[in-house]
């Protein structure tokens, strides 16, 4: 076995690989760039070497720099995890020659499947079903539009190299394909160093599932089940669950039998995983070859029991599997959510900075989830749920604008799908996470969705439920009810604490009342609450009542609460006359006033927003690759106004009205911070 592999990656993958290594007791070697000195996977590696300055093309992309740092290390082997180089074969080449083993597949099958161009043609070879399309390269815009006329629109534009959602883009006229050409090719350059462009049909309505498969060089391969991974934005997976809620034991295995026999074409060793497009009627069609371990492989190895990581090592080592078809079970339902650092109240843009708070839910391999609380022990017992989270960051870390703006991966299992997703709801309802946009609030809502619940899902999920984009979630009156209770019993808590304050005036006895309005969605709830020593009783004006039991004392940011007997997890924080309160996705102002001081607050007018109608303001922290118009230009409504990038991905600025540009602000090469104004318009 190995005694020292390096990993030529950065973040929670890096952590991920590092805990499998420790495990086996081999040493690890962490790569790192000017902007993650501090990361944590440098902290958790026995050593670290430096390969460049921020930008992945002066870094993490260079294979020069990589091979550097083995020769310094003495590492036997290379775990690449997930992008960068992982599927670049001069980089496997490279560590042949230097006689260093690859904890992946060989060249040739890099070559035949991890280019998306070739592996369509070789599945088309083998008879495997495929989304009609352009193979062949593409020279410039014009020949991308030419094309995709001749396919018929819409079409998707991939990177041939591409991965994560980097370099694709679906256009649905002739313009949307010049410019999605020409930005796909971008940051495909930018982000694995190969700017080749494809073509194909681009599948209305089709849900994404993938296979993943594990094979020896000893001619052996298994089918580890599949992964539902229809939640995407952007092309960009946000929530995969295993297995698929659409998928039948006749589909499972003919896909599974396939993807084995296409890895096995092309002499695969190691973990990989096939993707498909399945239709309603569950026909399935070839859509790539990720020739790596996925950014999802965590819930397959949740309800399989398979660690991918320690097999990759093993198979690399020239260990033959142990693991047969008929050893592969379906045990359990597992879910992961992406948590990542994007503001899903501005469209899900980049947000970057210190992580002032970061707080995950403790994981737990089965049991409650908030194992701290006896009382919740008892209300928790045999549920037999897991949590688990991947992730790279750590409170008072960075968050890095020149990388992929994940934060962790948190993963629930359950022996049920509907326990899955209720231990996910309480595990995103207790991560706290400060400092930063996140998008905690948008997949709270997503497991709320009744489309989701019931497994009706597809590609489309997002852009179709959220088409305005995500502003929030309207509570029903059921949960505002058990808000309301939890607030009315905290704010009497923070009362009678308040009257405890020393250096009063004499003959000055602070009374605190039963009777509270709490006003929170735009709707006001009358309550009266009675407390005794094991809680509050917050009765409602149409007579029914909730019972609210807690250890919350003021300060606490995270609140865990018994409310009607079925558990309550708030995010807290302290706003005049009440709490900011985070729930289920909603973002809440929680107003609990004595009945004049909300008299009162009825009467005050409302805070104007300023108008900026004539401005084209900055939406994230970014770079500004090129201005499209200048001082005096007529622009139109839906017109590209500038391209800013973030995080390896451009983003097309465009004009929301016509209009003249009356000045320029910002230029090609310019750092800018969110609501910097770029344009202003007459």
């Known amino acids: 076995m190995f005694e020292k592999i390096l990993i030529a990656n950065r ?60 020769r310094k290390t003495g590492a036997q082997a290379v775990h690449p995890g997930y992008g960068f180089l992982s599927e670049n074969s001069k980089f496997a080449e490279a560590l042949e020659a230097e006689g260093v083993s690859f904890i992946g597949p060989g060249k040739r099958a ?30 410039d815009a014009n020949e991308a539009v030419k094309i995709s006329n001749q396919i018929g629109y819409p079409v998707m534009i ?19 394909a010049r410019e999605g050409f020409q930005s796909s090719k971008n940051e495909a350059a930018n982000s694995f160093g190969d700017d080749r462009i494809f073509i194909e049909k681009f599948v209305t309505q089709p849900r994404h599932i993938e296979i993943q498969v594990l094979c020896d060089s000893h001619g052996n391969g298994v089918y580890l089940n599949e992964r539902e991974c229809s939640i995407q934005r952007r092309n960009q997976k946000v929530v995969e669950e295993a297995p698929s809620p659409f998928l039948d034991k006749t589909t499972r295995k003919a896909m599974g039998e396939q993807s084995v026999a296409l890895a ?29 371990l996925q950014v999802e492989h965590p819930v397959t190895e949740l309800i399989t029991g398979v660690d991918l990581v320690e097999q990759m090592i093993r198979v690399a080592n020239g260990e033959a599997l142990t693991i047969h078809q008929d050893d592969v079970q379906i045990n359990g339902w597992a879910i992961e959510n992406r948590l990542y650092a994007e503001d899903p109240y501005r469209g899900f843009l980049p947000s970057i900075g210190r992580l002032t708070r970061y707080r995950p839910p403790a994981e737990l391999s089965g049991g409650p989830l908030l ?71 948008f997949l709270s809502a997503v497991m709320d969705h009744p489309k989701f619940i019931s497994g009706d899902i597809t590609t489309a999920f997002i852009e179709e439920e959220y088409p305005d984009g995500f502003e929030g979630v309207e509570l029903p009156d059921a949960t505002l009810r058990r808000i309301v209770a939890s607030a009315a019993a905290m704010h009497r808590v923070a009362e009678i604490r308040r009257t405890r304050l ?13 009777k509270w309005i709490v006003t929170l969605q735009g709707v006001a ?75 009162l607050a009825r009467m005050m007018p409302e805070k104007v927003a300023p108008d900026t109608s004539k401005l084209l303001l900055c939406p994230m922290p970014g770079l500004i690759v090129k201005v499209d118009v200048n001082v005096g230009d007529d622009v139109q409504e839906g017109q590209a106004l500038c391209t800013v990038e973030a995080m390896k991905m451009e983003n097309i600025l465009r004009a929301e009205k016509k209009g003249v540009v009356a000045k320029v602000n910002a230029g090609a090469g310019d750092s800018l911070a969110v609501d910097d104004v770029i344009l202003e318009f007459e």
């Open 11 to 70: 973040g929670e993958i890096a952590c991920r690989v590092i805990k499998t290594a420790r495990k086996m007791g081999i040493k690890t070697v962490a790569i790192y760039s000017d902007a993650d000195k501090q990361a944590l996977h440098v902290q958790m590696a026995d050593e670290s070497v430096r390969i460049g300055p921020p930008p992945a093309n002066q870094s993490y992309i260079v294979i020069d720099n990589v091979m550097d740092a083995i």
């Open 110 to 139: 890099i070559e035949a499947m991890g280019d998306k161009i070739t592996s369509k043609k070789i599945a088309q070879d083998a008879d495997v079903s495929t989304v009609p399309g352009y193979m062949g390269l593409i020279e």
């Open 158 to 176: 991939k990177a041939s190299a591409g991965g994560g959602g980097k370099g694709m883009r679906v256009a649905w006229n002739d313009t949307e």
């Open 264 to 292: 096995k074409a092309v002499g695969y060793t190691s973990a990989g995983t096939v993707e498909f497009i399945v239709d309603g009627d569950k026909n399935f069609y070839f859509l790539e070859m990720n020739t790596r």
């Open 371 to 441: 194992e701290n609380n006896k009382w919740q022990d008892d209300a928790l017992k045999g549920d037999g749920i897991a949590v688990r989270n991947d992730t790279g960051v750590y409170e008072g870390g960075e968050i890095s604008m020149f990388y992929d703006p994940m934060i962790a991966k948190l993963c629930t299992w359950a022996a049920t799908r509907d326990g899955a997703i209720e231990a996910m709801r309480n595990a995103l309802d207790g991560f706290e996470v400060e400092g930063i946009g996140h998008n905690l609030p």
């Open 502 to 514: 020393s250096g009063r005036m004499d003959n000055h006895e602070r009374r605190v009342g039963a």
């Open 525 to 599: 709830f009358a309550v009266n609450v009675k407390a005794d020593k094991e809680g509050a009783t917050v009765s409602f004006e149409d007579g029914s009542s909730l019972r609210v039991t807690s250890d919350w004392t003021p300060g606490d940011q995270l609140a865990s609460l018994l409310v009607g007997g079925e558990i309550l997890v708030l995010k807290v924080g302290k706003i005049s006359g009440g709490f900011q309160i985070r729930s289920r996705g909603a973002d809440l102002k929680v107003h609990v006033r004595t009945e004049r001081q909300a008299e």
